[in-house]
Structures are given as structure tokens and as C-alpha cells.
């Protein structure tokens, strides 16, 4: 199973936080790094950030900066990513990806809707 | 950032014909550059990486060229599973990405 399973769809109201989870196999944990990526429907992806699952270390596209936190679980080969202040604008399809530079195995994507 | 521009918006094609996606960057990524085929309510699934080395499994008829700044993904011979939405991304300014804003193929 190299498909990153990712969780389920979530609702939030303007102003919360949002967690959402991918679990990547062993191979992917060890070996690459895992992106996140949004999606309004219909619309081009919009690239988040990245995390190294072996030592934690990440980088995040410079407009979420201080929005977005990456984090891993070594124990579970999960990577979690949280993005606060939620505005009616972060309602896309969130998905993770493995790769160095291009992404070769994607998740089927989250759903996330926010509306009071 | 990297910006990339990809053109045209849609592309209207006839199956069994040739179509010609561009994808434009706004500074040189030399040959970092990846295209992806995504349907809907599915996933983005790369095609192609470093510019023109197809991905596994990736037919024949589909084709990147270019570097530096412009990039070319050819699909010959179109087929009706060949109708989707198409993203590039470059990878060179690592450790920032960028994707365009895709090409819609569609049934002309």
C-alpha cells in the first residue's frame, strides 16, 4: 500500500483550527518527504508546504506562514498538518503527497468546508 | 515565488488528434519541472518528471519537452480517458513548489 491514506471531511467555523492526518507506509516514512496541497474544485492546486518524516524538519509556502504546522508521528507513520484562523477561503480538497520535488503517490484528498 | 503559467485556460481537441499544453515559468527551472493528469473526484497522478522522462505506467502518447522557462506536454493520438485537468509544478526552487493553474482538455 504506497497510497497515502488520509482522514475524513471536516466542517469548521470561521476563525477555528483544522488537524488533518495522512498515513504513509513504512518505505514512504523512511524514504521521502510528504507535501500537502489544496484544491478548490475545478481550480489549480495551491502547494502548502513539506515535511521531512525522519527528523521533522519543514518548510511551508511563505503566504501560511505562521497558519500552517506540520508535524509527524514516527510510531504511527502519520503526518499531521493543522491550519488555523480558518476563513471561507481554506474550503478545498486537502490532499498529502510523498516526494522530494515531483510527487509520485497522492492521497484521495479531505474535504474541508468552513461556514458558520 | 516561481510563478507558472500555463495556457490555454481550456483546449478544446478532437479525439485522435494532438493536443499541445504549454506551461510557462517566470524565472529558469532548468529541467524541475513535473505534469500531472487529474479526473474528477480523483487525485493529481504525475505523467511526467524532469521535464521529459515519463512516470511508470504513463503511455506512449503523451510527451513533455522544453527547459528553462518554457515547457511543452504533447498528447498524440488523443483518447477519450485523455480528457481531464492538467497541472505542472516546478521543483526547482526547493524547498518552494509552485503548480500552475492547469489546462482543462476537452471534447471539441
Known amino acids: 500500500q504506497v497510497q497515502p491514506v488520509q482522514s475524513g471531511a471536516e466542517v469548521k467555523k470561521p476563525g477555528a483550527s483544522v488537524k488533518l492526518s495522512c498515513e504513509a507506509s513504512?518505505?514512504?516514512?523512511?524514504?521521502?518527504?510528504v507535501h500537502w496541497m489544496r484544491q478548490v474544485p475545478g481550480q489549480g492546486l495551491d502547494w502548502m508546504g513539506m515535511?521531512?518524516?525522519?527528523?521533522?524538519?519543514?518548510s511551508y509556502a511563505q503566504r501560511l506562514q505562521g497558519r500552517v504546522t506540520m508535524t509527524r508521528d514516527s510510531s504511527t507513520s502519520t503526518v499531521t498538518m493543522e491550519l488555523s484562523r480558518l476563513t471561507s477561503e481554506d474550503t478545498a480538497v486537502y490532499y498529502c503527497?510523498?516526494?522530494?520535488?515531483?510527487?509520485?503517490?497522492w492521497g484521495l484528498g479531505t474535504l474541508v468546508t468552513v461556514s458558520s | 515565488d516561481i510563478v507558472l503559467t500555463q495556457s490555454p485556460a481550456t483546449l478544446s481537441v478532437s479525439p485522435g488528434d494532438t493536443a499541445t499544453l504549454s506551461c510557462r515559468a517566470s524565472?529558469?527551472?532548468?529541467?524541475?519541472l513535473a505534469w500531472y493528469q487529474q479526473k474528477p473526484g480523483q487525485p493529481p497522478r504525475l505523467l511526467i518528471y524532469?521535464?521529459?522522462t515519463r512516470a511508470t505506467a504513463i503511455p506512449g502518447r503523451f510527451s513533455g519537452s522544453g527547459s528553462g522557462t518554457e515547457f511543452t506536454l504533447t498528447i498524440s493520438s488523443l483518447q477519450s480517458e485523455d480528457f481531464a485537468l492538467y497541472h505542472c509544478?516546478?521543483?526547482?526552487?526547493?524547498?518552494?513548489?509552485?503548480f500552475g493553474q492547469g489546462t482543462k482538455l476537452e471534447i471539441k
Open positions: 513504512g518505505d514512504t516514512f523512511t524514504t521521502f518527504y
Open positions: 509544478q516546478q521543483y526547482s526552487s526547493w524547498p518552494q513548489f509552485t
Open positions: 524565472q529558469n527551472v532548468r529541467s524541475n
Open positions: 503527497a510523498r516526494g522530494y520535488g515531483f510527487l509520485d503517490f
Open positions: 524532469g521535464a521529459s
Open positions: 515535511i521531512n518524516p525522519l527528523n521533522g524538519e519543514t
